[in-house]
């Protein structure tokens, strides 16, 4: 994937020079840098917020002649 990236000429420089002295391409210096940021930062477990409109949970499972009496009701059908 291609992308665009701003970065501050300092550290741009620092990269470059990192990139000269080991051989490698600032492509790679920059995958390696955000694969060993990613590995090293925890990661915050997902947590599903409970939640409940009006205080009444969830409805009853409804068959499908039960949801199409939903959608009609007062229609005179």
Same mark, same amino acid.
């Given at each position: ?14 990269? #470059? ?7 490698? !391409?600032?492509? *790679? @210096?920059?995958?390696? =840098?955000? $694969? ?12 599903? #917020? ?7 949970? !969830?409805?009853? *499972? @409804?068959?499908?002649? =039960?949801? $199409? ?9």
């Amino acid at each position: 994937m291609k992308t665009t990236v701003e970065l501050n000429d300092a550290l741009f420089e620092q990269a #470059r020079e990192v990139t000269r002295q080991r051989g490698i !391409t600032f492509r *790679a @210096l920059l995958e390696e =840098s955000l $694969r060993k940021h990613l590995r090293d930062t925890p990661q915050k477990a997902f947590r599903l #917020r409970k939640h409940s409109f009006g205080g009444k949970g !969830t409805l009853p *499972a @409804l068959d499908w002649k =039960s949801v $199409r009496e939903e959608i009609y009701k007062g229609r005179g059908e």
